[in-house]
């Protein structure tokens, strides 16, 4: 079966972007398919009770306009992973239990040590954190490896993200591999408080519509193939799936309540902290900051590594970056100017066709659309008559203003 394409645009954004874009971005623009960008824009609106209402506006927003989601696939995992600690009830078990993982078979591995947390041993919590702060690969394993893929996926189709396909982890493993997850352990101190065994998923993915993309690639074992590189098993999530899923998190009343996760006030207090925070504001990990600059995974109107994120503002947030592809999908505040707006996008940049050589123009030209695109949003914003103003002073509370 194959997906009809239902591109999404909204004139008035399509028309706004170009009358405001430099030469540089026009010229992204005006090439759709070659650069297969995706743009979503959601305005935020108050009522006199501060109850936001949400107003998309789209450009070039297809379903079935293949992006790899790369880093994108952790936000939802680490909102499953707190669901599944909430649905197990187990009053002692939480976030920051000591999760210790096993290996069952090759080529698993085990975690039993985390030197980078404040007591040396990994949790769920400090899997999520290190995820938002700096994307990182093998807390999303772990993650992935807690839930299963059959729970991920079938929780994701209940959500009604029917073209979602959470299908591997971020190291190398066949699909029948990535189908079997390690057996995991709980621990308060020294004391044992929930084991999981070895899990084996029985989903069914819909492979039926192919996806390639490029000219020629490199395979597994870095030889060139020329012909296109098949995406067809590998992760899938849509851009506007990733803008609806963040938005369920950030303002859990604007969804419907099937597309809720199970969530604390604990949960959501975490996650807010983790998304807006800065490597340079944690301690835990301590983080080089010449690798790791506070912009490292804020894309819109922040990547670079020469100018700070302002004070003011906060991007709650996550990024992806793999095989060409550029990911953002972010909520924005300003505490200065009172603003707030929800802002989603994705580029593709390879101008050679070939994949997996590491060759991407992301420094040239990924992250300065990003920038300039967001610059925009945001003048707009800034400009933009609200009959109530937002009052942001939980955003407040958890950025630590």
């Known amino acids: 079966m194959k997906m009809q394409a239902q591109t999404n645009n909204s004139p008035w954004l399509k028309k706004y972007l170009y009358q405001h874009a430099s030469p540089f971005l026009l010229g992204i623009l005006q090439q759709p398919d070659s650069f297969r960008y995706q743009l979503i824009y959601t305005q935020i609106n108050r009522d006199k009770n501060n109850k936001p209402s949400f107003k998309h506006f789209y450009l070039n927003v297809d379903k079935a306009r293949y992006f790899n989601p790369a880093s994108t696939v952790k936000m939802p995992l680490a909102f499953l992973a707190l669901e599944k600690l909430n649905n197990l009830q187990m009053e002692s078990l939480n976030s920051y239990s000591d999760m210790l993982t096993d290996s069952a078979r090759p080529p698993q591995t085990a975690v039993t040590a985390d030197p980078t947390a404040k007591n040396g041993k990994p949790s769920i919590a400090h899997y999520i954190k290190k995820i938002f702060l700096v994307s990182d690969n093998d807390a999303y394993n772990r993650l992935y490896e807690f839930i299963g893929q059959q729970t991920i996926n079938e929780r994701l189709q209940q959500m009604g993200y029917h073209t979602m396909q959470i299908t591997r982890r971020f190291v190398r493993m066949t699909e029948e591999e990535n189908k079997y997850t390690n057996p995991i352990r709980f621990y308060n101190g020294k004391q044992l408080i929930y084991q999981q065994p070895e899990a084996y998923s029985q989903f069914k993915f819909d492979f039926s519509t192919p996806r390639f993309i490029g000219n020629a690639h490199y395979d597994r074992n870095d030889k060139l193939v020329n012909s296109p590189m098949d995406f067809t098993t590998h992760n899938n999530a849509p851009l506007a799936d990733l803008q609806q899923i963040l938005q369920s998190v950030l303002f859990p009343g604007s969804v419907k309540e ?77 505490f200065k100017n009172n603003i707030e707006f929800m802002l989603s996008g994705n580029i593709y940049t390879n101008k050679d066709g070939v994949l997996n050589d590491d060759k991407y123009e992301y420094n040239e030209t990924g992250y300065p659309f990003f920038k300039e695109v967001g610059e925009i949003i945001y003048n707009y914003e800034l400009n933009r008559k609200r009959k109530h103003q937002p009052i942001l002073d939980d955003w407040k509370k958890v950025a630590g203003k």
């Open 258 to 334: 099937k597309q809720r996760f199970n969530l604390t006030a604990a949960d959501y207090q975490l996650l807010y902290q983790y998304m807006g925070m800065l490597p340079s504001e944690s301690d835990y990990p301590k983080y080089d900051t010449t690798e790791f600059f506070d912009s490292y995974t804020k894309f819109f109107f922040f990547r670079d590594k020469k100018s700070p994120v302002p004070d003011h503002i906060r991007s709650f947030n996550k990024t992806g970056w793999s095989y060409g592809f550029l990911t953002d999908i972010c909520y924005i505040v300003d």
